[in-house]
Protein backbone atom coordinates (compact mmCIF):
# COMPACT_ATOMS: atom_id res chain seq x y z
CA UNK A 1 0.00 0.00 0.00
CA UNK A 2 1.17 3.68 -0.70
CA UNK A 3 -0.23 6.06 1.49
CA UNK A 4 0.21 10.09 1.94
CA UNK A 5 -0.27 11.07 4.92
CA UNK A 6 -0.98 15.04 5.74
CA UNK A 7 1.53 15.80 2.95
CA UNK A 8 2.41 19.19 2.18
CA UNK A 9 4.09 20.78 -1.10
CA UNK A 10 5.52 24.48 -1.19
CA UNK A 11 6.31 26.20 -3.89
CA UNK A 12 8.59 29.06 -2.27
CA UNK A 13 6.11 30.74 0.72
CA UNK A 14 2.95 29.57 -1.25
CA UNK A 15 1.46 26.09 -0.10
CA UNK A 16 0.38 24.39 -3.46
CA UNK A 17 -0.73 20.92 -1.33
CA UNK A 18 -1.92 21.12 1.94
CA UNK A 19 -2.99 18.14 4.67
CA UNK A 20 -3.35 15.79 1.84
CA UNK A 21 -3.95 12.24 3.45
CA UNK A 22 -4.83 9.48 1.15
CA UNK A 23 -3.84 5.65 -0.19
CA UNK A 24 -3.17 2.99 -2.86
CA UNK A 25 -3.58 0.06 -2.11
CA UNK A 26 -2.15 -3.15 -3.57
CA UNK A 27 -3.70 -3.51 -7.22
CA UNK A 28 -5.96 -0.69 -6.98
CA UNK A 29 -6.98 1.93 -9.70
CA UNK A 30 -7.58 5.75 -8.03
CA UNK A 31 -8.15 8.60 -9.22
CA UNK A 32 -7.52 12.33 -8.17
CA UNK A 33 -9.79 14.43 -10.34
CA UNK A 34 -10.20 18.57 -9.33
CA UNK A 35 -9.76 21.85 -11.21
CA UNK A 36 -7.07 23.42 -13.09
CA UNK A 37 -4.24 24.61 -10.69
CA UNK A 38 -6.15 22.63 -7.82
CA UNK A 39 -2.33 21.07 -7.03
CA UNK A 40 -3.06 17.71 -8.94
CA UNK A 41 0.38 17.58 -10.59
CA UNK A 42 1.96 18.74 -7.81
CA UNK A 43 0.66 15.73 -5.37
CA UNK A 44 2.01 13.31 -7.92
CA UNK A 45 4.99 14.74 -8.60
CA UNK A 46 5.78 14.59 -4.95
CA UNK A 47 4.56 11.22 -4.78
CA UNK A 48 6.82 10.35 -7.51
CA UNK A 49 9.59 11.81 -5.58
CA UNK A 50 10.34 14.80 -8.25
CA UNK A 51 8.55 17.47 -5.91
CA UNK A 52 10.19 17.62 -2.20
CA UNK A 53 7.54 17.32 0.58
CA UNK A 54 7.62 20.35 3.08
CA UNK A 55 5.66 18.42 5.88
CA UNK A 56 3.98 14.95 6.66
CA UNK A 57 4.92 11.28 5.07
CA UNK A 58 5.13 9.23 2.14
CA UNK A 59 4.56 5.46 3.25
CA UNK A 60 5.01 2.21 1.48
CA UNK A 61 4.17 -0.78 3.03
CA UNK A 62 4.60 0.82 5.83
CA UNK A 63 8.13 2.45 5.73
CA UNK A 64 8.37 6.14 5.32
CA UNK A 65 10.06 6.99 1.87
CA UNK A 66 9.09 10.91 2.02
CA UNK A 67 13.10 11.51 2.45
CA UNK A 68 14.30 9.37 0.14
CA UNK A 69 16.15 10.31 -3.27
CA UNK A 70 14.19 9.93 -6.29
CA UNK A 71 16.03 6.81 -7.69
CA UNK A 72 15.20 5.26 -4.52
CA UNK A 73 11.14 6.06 -5.38
CA UNK A 74 11.91 3.85 -8.44
CA UNK A 75 13.50 0.92 -6.43
CA UNK A 76 10.49 0.61 -4.66
CA UNK A 77 8.29 -0.01 -7.40
CA UNK A 78 6.89 3.27 -8.49
CA UNK A 79 6.51 5.22 -11.81
CA UNK A 80 5.36 7.77 -12.99
CA UNK A 81 3.97 8.95 -16.32
CA UNK A 82 4.67 13.27 -16.55
CA UNK A 83 2.18 15.62 -18.29
CA UNK A 84 3.85 15.99 -21.27
CA UNK A 85 5.35 12.63 -21.78
CA UNK A 86 8.88 14.10 -21.60
CA UNK A 87 10.14 11.74 -24.21
CA UNK A 88 13.78 12.01 -26.16
CA UNK A 89 12.24 12.71 -29.22
CA UNK A 90 15.50 12.24 -30.87
CA UNK A 91 16.01 8.94 -29.82
CA UNK A 92 14.19 5.67 -31.29
CA UNK A 93 11.00 4.31 -29.89
CA UNK A 94 13.23 1.37 -28.55
CA UNK A 95 15.34 3.68 -27.12
CA UNK A 96 12.67 5.54 -25.05
CA UNK A 97 11.67 2.55 -23.75
CA UNK A 98 14.93 0.84 -22.89
CA UNK A 99 15.21 4.15 -20.93
CA UNK A 100 12.68 2.82 -18.51
CA UNK A 101 14.45 -0.43 -17.70
CA UNK A 102 17.48 1.43 -16.05
CA UNK A 103 17.21 -0.93 -12.74
CA UNK A 104 19.00 -3.79 -12.66
CA UNK A 105 16.06 -5.93 -11.62
CA UNK A 106 14.17 -4.22 -14.86
CA UNK A 107 17.35 -4.82 -17.15
CA UNK A 108 17.42 -8.64 -16.45
CA UNK A 109 13.72 -8.80 -17.86
CA UNK A 110 14.10 -6.38 -20.62
CA UNK A 111 13.00 -8.84 -23.23
CA UNK A 112 10.31 -9.97 -21.87
CA UNK A 113 9.09 -5.97 -20.86
CA UNK A 114 9.70 -4.80 -23.92
CA UNK A 115 7.35 -7.76 -25.48
CA UNK A 116 4.56 -6.77 -22.67
CA UNK A 117 4.72 -2.95 -24.02
CA UNK A 118 4.10 -4.04 -27.85
CA UNK A 119 1.45 -6.34 -26.66
CA UNK A 120 -0.23 -3.16 -25.05
CA UNK A 121 0.57 -0.65 -27.64
CA UNK A 122 0.64 -2.69 -30.92
CA UNK A 123 1.03 0.25 -32.65
CA UNK A 124 4.59 0.77 -31.50
CA UNK A 125 5.59 -2.78 -32.17
CA UNK A 126 5.89 -1.54 -35.81
CA UNK A 127 7.65 1.67 -35.34
CA UNK A 128 10.58 0.79 -32.76
CA UNK A 129 13.12 2.32 -34.58
CA UNK A 130 11.19 5.72 -35.57
CA UNK A 131 12.50 8.75 -33.50
CA UNK A 132 9.18 9.29 -30.89
CA UNK A 133 9.56 12.80 -32.18
CA UNK A 134 8.08 11.61 -35.28
CA UNK A 135 4.99 10.17 -33.99
CA UNK A 136 1.59 11.28 -33.22
CA UNK A 137 0.62 12.55 -30.03
CA UNK A 138 -1.62 9.20 -29.11
CA UNK A 139 1.94 7.13 -30.17
CA UNK A 140 3.67 9.57 -27.53
CA UNK A 141 1.73 8.92 -24.61
CA UNK A 142 1.63 5.03 -25.99
CA UNK A 143 5.72 5.73 -25.45
CA UNK A 144 5.68 7.50 -22.53
CA UNK A 145 3.26 4.90 -20.57
CA UNK A 146 5.57 1.97 -22.04
CA UNK A 147 8.60 3.62 -20.60
CA UNK A 148 6.96 3.91 -17.10
CA UNK A 149 6.05 0.10 -17.42
CA UNK A 150 9.51 -1.10 -18.58
CA UNK A 151 11.25 -0.26 -14.89
CA UNK A 152 8.24 -3.32 -13.73
CA UNK A 153 6.44 -1.02 -11.49
CA UNK A 154 4.01 -2.08 -8.28
CA UNK A 155 2.70 1.88 -8.36
CA UNK A 156 1.91 3.37 -11.79
CA UNK A 157 1.50 7.30 -11.26
CA UNK A 158 -0.42 8.70 -14.56
CA UNK A 159 -0.57 12.41 -14.88
CA UNK A 160 -2.96 13.53 -17.27
CA UNK A 161 -2.34 11.02 -20.13
CA UNK A 162 -5.61 12.43 -22.28
CA UNK A 163 -4.08 15.99 -22.28
CA UNK A 164 -4.57 17.25 -25.52
CA UNK A 165 -6.02 13.49 -27.30
CA UNK A 166 -8.72 12.64 -29.34
CA UNK A 167 -11.95 10.90 -27.96
CA UNK A 168 -11.25 7.97 -29.77
CA UNK A 169 -7.39 7.84 -28.55
CA UNK A 170 -8.50 8.35 -25.19
CA UNK A 171 -11.05 5.37 -25.20
CA UNK A 172 -8.03 3.20 -26.24
CA UNK A 173 -5.34 4.38 -23.24
CA UNK A 174 -7.89 4.08 -20.90
CA UNK A 175 -8.20 0.60 -22.30
CA UNK A 176 -4.68 0.18 -21.65
CA UNK A 177 -5.20 1.34 -18.37
CA UNK A 178 -7.69 -0.89 -16.99
CA UNK A 179 -5.35 -3.84 -18.34
CA UNK A 180 -2.29 -2.73 -16.85
CA UNK A 181 -4.23 -2.45 -13.76
CA UNK A 182 -5.95 -6.02 -14.37
CA UNK A 183 -2.67 -7.41 -14.30
CA UNK A 184 -1.91 -6.05 -10.89
CA UNK A 185 -0.16 -2.91 -11.30
CA UNK A 186 -1.51 -0.13 -8.95
CA UNK A 187 -2.62 2.77 -10.42
CA UNK A 188 -2.90 6.19 -9.41
CA UNK A 189 -4.77 8.76 -12.29
CA UNK A 190 -4.80 12.11 -12.36
CA UNK A 191 -7.38 13.40 -15.29
CA UNK A 192 -8.93 15.99 -16.50
CA UNK A 193 -11.67 13.92 -18.30
CA UNK A 194 -13.60 13.46 -14.96
CA UNK A 195 -16.05 11.61 -17.11
CA UNK A 196 -13.72 8.64 -18.40
CA UNK A 197 -11.87 8.94 -14.96
CA UNK A 198 -14.84 7.99 -12.41
CA UNK A 199 -15.58 5.02 -15.56
CA UNK A 200 -12.47 3.56 -14.87
CA UNK A 201 -12.00 4.17 -11.09
CA UNK A 202 -12.90 2.02 -7.53
CA UNK A 203 -12.25 5.09 -5.91
CA UNK A 204 -11.77 8.65 -6.46
CA UNK A 205 -10.51 11.81 -4.53
CA UNK A 206 -11.28 15.68 -5.06
CA UNK A 207 -8.81 18.05 -4.94
CA UNK A 208 -9.48 21.58 -5.00
CA UNK A 209 -7.16 24.30 -3.87
CA UNK A 210 -4.33 22.30 -2.87
CA UNK A 211 -6.38 19.86 -0.38
CA UNK A 212 -8.92 17.23 -0.13
CA UNK A 213 -12.66 17.90 -0.35
CA UNK A 214 -13.99 14.69 -1.18
CA UNK A 215 -13.44 11.04 -1.79
CA UNK A 216 -15.26 7.81 -1.96
CA UNK A 217 -16.87 6.02 -4.85
CA UNK A 218 -17.34 7.78 -8.00
CA UNK A 219 -20.67 6.66 -8.38
CA UNK A 220 -21.62 7.97 -5.13
CA UNK A 221 -19.58 11.69 -5.17
CA UNK A 222 -21.76 11.86 -8.72
CA UNK A 223 -24.71 11.14 -6.86
CA UNK A 224 -23.50 13.97 -4.80
CA UNK A 225 -24.62 17.70 -6.94
CA UNK A 226 -22.56 20.27 -5.33
CA UNK A 227 -19.21 17.58 -5.44
CA UNK A 228 -20.70 17.29 -9.14
CA UNK A 229 -21.38 20.92 -10.40
CA UNK A 230 -18.50 22.63 -8.25
CA UNK A 231 -15.89 20.26 -8.35
CA UNK A 232 -16.41 17.88 -11.44
CA UNK A 233 -17.94 20.11 -13.92
CA UNK A 234 -20.67 17.70 -14.78
CA UNK A 235 -24.13 18.72 -14.95
CA UNK A 236 -26.84 15.85 -14.34
CA UNK A 237 -28.08 15.60 -17.69
CA UNK A 238 -24.20 14.40 -18.63
CA UNK A 239 -24.70 12.03 -15.07
CA UNK A 240 -28.11 10.53 -16.22
CA UNK A 241 -26.46 9.87 -20.08
Known amino acids: ??????????????????DVRLRVDDGELVVVVGPNGAGKSTLINAMAGLHAVASGRLVVDGEDITRE???????????????????????????????????????????????RVCALFPALAERMEVPAGALSGGQQQMVAIGRALMARPRFLLLDEPSL????????????????VNAQGVAVLLVEQNVAMA?????????????????????????ERDEIRRVYLGIGAAETMS
Open 1 to 18: MYEVSNVAVHYGAAAAVA
Open 164 to 179: GLSPLIVRDLFKAIRE
Open 69 to 115: APHRFCERGIAIVPEGRRLFVNLSVRENLELGSYRAAARRVRAESMR
Open 198 to 222: LELARRAYVLDEGRIVAEGAPQALL
